[in-house]
């Protein structure tokens, strides 16, 4: 795919170089003639000029003379004066009517025509076409048996975890989880906590590991995202990877396949929420404007590229395309849920948390519900609705955090069919 995308982009590089050169060139000849009617035109002019100051300056001359008639007093005199005017054959000369030279557009230039040298992108929906490895995995719908809970993580930390609100798998040994008080630790799969990051941050899917490790983190109040290099801990006055004076961030995610990030934000004053594409070196390549964004409080993306956002004050799962395009907004199956914690399998289906009907659900890359995965009615404490956050590894295991305790789940979730060379 790579040499492919690269091929199309040196192609378009070629045309464009030569249809540049074409137009210089096309410039240069028009230019060039130009000047050159301009220099014949001035030089015809300045011939005309010369011919009519010649029958003036004659005109004049013999107006001149008409001063000696007054000299003339007798008829010989006047006859002889008389001679000499017509001998000149005064006559008024032939003017040469020039043409101007004119310039005509032959058409209308505009990005069709253009396009036409240049070369068009046949293939606009790269994603609607998806790869889908089904013939080697299966969903696991029961997965939310006991037998199937494969692991319990129980994260033992002094301040303790009030939550599992946001899971990020670092390694295949480690993970970062956050509470509702913005607690954020590094564990093990034993529940030994490696490191505590206290952020004050409140906001949900606030941070991210990208795929050598790295950890980007929303600092809300200061509207920027600090990374912290593996290993290393967060230095509050280092500079920002990427910060803005308006946008304030609220989740994050970093692609494990192309490294770059995607971050949801609200703007200050005003109604309006994005989420913005950065590339690893932080700048900005891709903005995503929706009035279906409320708070994006999370976001992640799926296997396609497609962008999955999930805004609980939206009531709803809003997914885009990786070249922005809206997909779809999905409800819940019961026409209101309050999302939270959201990840993708391999299969490209999204799997949320729904505080509304108590349970993890799984919806397909078009949007239609396919079944509740994981019903938690019984572990729920009372309120009205919990975040949860959620995470799948690398085994497909679909991890899942309690929303009032430091405890997290672990579930098989996909599993090898019996035959996957079919």
């Known amino acids: 795919m790579e040499k492919q995308i690269n091929k199309m982009k040196e192609t378009v590089e070629e045309n464009t170089e030569h249809l540049r050169n074409m137009i210089e060139n096309v410039k240069k000849e028009s230019l060039d003639e130009i000047d050159y009617l301009e220099k014949t035109s001035l030089h015809a002019f300045d011939d005309q000029r010369e011919i009519l100051d010649i029958h003036i300056q004659n005109h004049n001359e013999t107006v001149g003379e ?47 025509n253009v396009q036409k040298y240049v070369g068009k992108i046949t293939n606009t929906e790269p994603y609607t076409e998806y790869i889908r490895v089904s013939q080697d995995h299966k969903i696991n719908f029961g997965c939310e048996k006991e037998a199937n809970c ?44 490696n490191k505590i990051e206290i952020t004050k ?81 932080g700048k900005q390549i891709q903005q995503i404007m929706s009035p279906d964004y409320i708070v994006p409080h999370y976001v992640t993306e799926n296997y396609n590229g497609d962008i999955c ?7 709803a799962v809003i997914v885009h395309n990786k070249l922005g395009k809206h997909r779809f907004t999905h409800t819940g199956p019961l026409r209101k849920c309050y999302p939270s914690g959201i990840c993708c399998d391999l299969l490209l289906n999204i799997i949320v948390y729904d505080g509304y009907s108590k349970s993890v659900l799984i919806i397909d890359c078009d949007g239609r519900f396919l079944s509740t995965l994981i019903n938690l009615q019984s572990d729920w404490t009372g309120l009205l609705w919990h975040t949860r956050g959620l995470a799948i590894d ?10 009032h305790s430091n405890t997290i789940k672990i579930y098989s979730y996909l599993n090898k069919t019996q035959d996957s060379s079919v």
């Not at 956002?309 to 009531?315: F, G, L, N, T």
């Open 66 to 112: 008409f001063d000696d008639l007054k000299h003339c007093t007798t008829p010989e005199s006047v006859i002889e004066f008389h001679k000499k005017i017509v001998s000149k054959q005064l006559h008024t000369p032939d003017i040469v009517k020039l043409r101007l030279p004119s310039f005509k557009s032959e058409s209308c230039i505009d990005n069709k």
């Open 150 to 193: 494969i692991r319990k993580i129980v994260v033992n930390s002094n301040p303790g975890l009030q939550g599992c609100r946001h899971i990020s798998l670092a390694d295949d040994d480690h993970f970062w989880v956050s509470d509702y008080y913005g607690n954020l630790m590094l564990a093990d799969l034993d529940g030994h906590v």
């Open 201 to 281: 941050d409140k906001c949900s899917g606030f941070y991210t590991v990208a795929a050598n490790g790295d950890l980007f983190c929303v600092n809300e109040r200061k509207k920027k995202i600090l990374r912290m290099v593996k290993d290393n801990d967060f230095d509050p006055d280092q500079k920002p990877f990427i910060s803005n004076a308006t946008w304030k961030p609220v989740s994050i995610y970093c692609s494990k396949y192309s490294g770059e990030i995607l971050i949801g934000s609200l703007k200050d004053k005003s109604l309006d929420a994005r989420v913005t594409r950065f590339d690893k070196a």
């Open 309 to 315: 956002v999930s805004d609980w004050e939206r009531c």
């Open 394 to 403: 690398i085994q497909h295991n679909l991890w899942v955090g309690e929303s």
